[in-house]
C-alpha cells in the first residue's frame, strides 16, 4: 500500500482512529501496569533492563520502516527523537538501567504532562502511516506508565521542589533546541512545510488549542506554554505525592 508523505498531520477527535488509538494506549498501559504488580521483586528486577534494551531497540523502527518504504521519510529536520516526547521516551528507556532519581523525575514529570496532551490534540510530525500511527501510541504510552511503574516497584519518588527543577531545566533544554532549529533550518535549508520544529521552538503547533497563540509570534506564543507547564507540574507533583500517601497508609494498615 502506498500513501503520499504528508507533515504536521492532526488527528482530530471526530475521527474513528482517534478513538482507536487513545483506547489502545490506555489499555495497553493498563496491562502493562497490571503485569508488573503480579511479578514478585526478583522477576521484575530481571525484567527491568530487558525492557531497557526493548525500548532503545524500539527507537530504530521508524528508521529502518523510511530506509525499506521510500514514501516514508527519514529526515534531520523531522525524524530525530528531540521534541520531549521522544527525549522522555529515551530517558525512560535510559533508565532502565541508571535509575537515576533526577532523569525519572524529569521523564515523569513532563513525559505525563506531554503524553496526555499528545493524545488530546494528535500533531504527527512525519505522516500518518500505519506504522507511525503504532509508533506514536507505543512511545506516548510509555512515557505515561512507566513512570507509574517505577513509582510503585522501584522505589522512585520526586524530590523536593522536583517540581521546579524540572521546570527550570525543561526551559534550558527547550532554548537550547532552539538553537538546533536554527541551525538545522538555516545551513541545511528544506520547504517551510518540512524544517526543524523540534519542541515547537521554531514554529508554534497546528493544533486547536486554547494555550497555543500562534498570533502572538515568536517567542511571544510560548508565554502561555511555559505558564500552562508551571500549572501541570504542580498538579502532577500534587497526584503523584497523594498516590505515594495513600500507598504508605494501606502498608500501614496491613
Not at 175 to 184: E, I, K, P
Not at 216 to 236: K, S
Request: net charge positive; aromatic share 14%; glycine share 8%.
Amino acid at each position: 500500500m502506498h500513501f503520499a508523505m504528508r507533515y504536521d498531520v492532526i488527528i482530530h477527535q471526530d475521527e474513528p482512529r482517534y478513538w482507536a488509538m487513545v483506547g489502545a494506549t490506555v489499555v495497553g498501559g493498563l496491562l502493562f501496569v497490571k503485569v508488573l504488580d503480579r511479578l514478585d521483586a526478583e522477576q521484575r528486577e530481571r525484567m527491568l533492563p530487558r525492557l531497557g534494551w526493548l525500548l532503545i531497540a524500539f527507537n530504530l523502527l521508524l528508521p529502518i520502516y523510511a530506509t525499506v518504504h521510500p514514501e516514508q521519510q527519514f529526515t534531520l529536520h523531522r525524524s530525530l527523537p528531540l521534541h520531549f516526547c521522544g527525549l522522555n521516551f529515551v530517558l525512560v528507556a535510559l533508565n532502565c538501567f541508571w535509575r537515576n532519581t533526577w532523569v525519572y523525575t524529569f521523564s515523569a514529570f513532563l513525559g505525563t504532562i506531554g503524553g496526555l496532551h499528545s493524545f488530546i490534540t494528535p500533531q504527527l510530525t512525519v505522516g500518518d502511516a500505519p506504522i507511525v500511527l503504532v509508533d506514536y501510541c507505543i512511545r506516548h504510552g510509555f512515557i505515561i506508565f512507566m513512570p507509574i511503574v517505577m513509582t510503585r516497584h522501584f522505589g522512585m519518588r520526586f524530590p523536593r521542589m522536583g517540581w521546579l527543577k524540572t521546570y527550570g531545566m525543561a526551559a534550558v533544554v527547550s532554548t537550547l533546541m532552539a538553537g538546533v532549529n536554527w541551525g538545522l533550518n538555516t545551513y541545511w535549508p528544506v520547504p517551510a512545510h518540512q524544517v526543524a520544529n523540534y519542541m515547537y521552538m521554531w514554529e508554534p503547533p497546528k493544533v486547536d488549542n486554547p494555550l497555543v497563540r500562534a498570533d502572538w509570534g515568536w517567542p511571544g506564543y510560548l508565554a502561555p506554554l511555559h505558564v500552562a507547564l508551571i500549572a501541570h507540574l504542580v498538579v502532577v507533583n500534587a497526584i503523584y505525592r497523594w498516590a505515594e500517601g495513600r500507598r504508605v497508609v494501606g502498608v500501614m494498615e496491613s
